[in-house]
C-alpha cells in the first residue's frame, strides 16, 4: 500500500486545513493514524481511526480542533484542522496498519510522505 498526503500549506493562526490521505491500495481493514513532526523534535500522534471508523483518538494538544474520518470505498482518510495554531506547525504524515497491542497503535505498516503544514501568528 501507498499513501499520499495532500493538502497542507499555510495558513493563519485561528485557520483551517483539511488533509487528505489516499491509498494506492484497499485499507478498510486497517486503523489509520495522523503523526506530525515540528522541527528538532520527534514525530507524534495527532490522531488515529479504527478501521470501522468506531474508536478514534486526539492528542491533548489537538483535541476539540482536530477531526479525523475516513472514506473506506474511497481508500482514503482525512484530517480535519480548525483553529490552527502556530504550534501545529509541521510536516504531517498519515499511516495505516496499526499494530503493538495498544490504542492508538505504537507501530505502523505504511507510511506517506509528509504535507507540510505551516501557521503563521
Known amino acids: 500500500v501507498q499513501l499520499q498526503a495532500s493538502g497542507g500549506g499555510l495558513v493563519q493562526a485561528g485557520g483551517s486545513l483539511k488533509l487528505s490521505c489516499a491509498a494506492s491500495?484497499?485499507?478498510?481493514?486497517?486503523?489509520m493514524g495522523w503523526f506530525r513532526q515540528a522541527p528538532g523534535t520527534e514525530r507524534e500522534i495527532v490522531a488515529a481511526?479504527?478501521?470501522?471508523?468506531?474508536?478514534?483518538y486526539y492528542s491533548h494538544s489537538v483535541e476539540g480542533r482536530f477531526t479525523i474520518s475516513r472514506n473506506n470505498a474511497k481508500n482514503t482518510g482525512y484530517l480535519e484542522m480548525n483553529s490552527l495554531k502556530p504550534e501545529d506547525t509541521g510536516v504531517y504524515f498519515c499511516?495505516?496498519?496499526?499494530?503493538?497491542?495498544?490504542?492508538?497503535?505504537?507501530?505502523?505498516?505504511?507510511w506517506g510522505q509528509g504535507t507540510q503544514v505551516t501557521v503563521s501568528s
Open positions: 499511516a495505516v496498519q496499526g499494530g503493538g497491542g495498544t490504542w492508538p497503535p505504537r507501530i505502523f505498516g505504511y
Open positions: 491500495g484497499r485499507i478498510g481493514g486497517y486503523s
Open positions: 481511526i479504527s478501521y470501522d471508523h468506531s474508536t478514534t
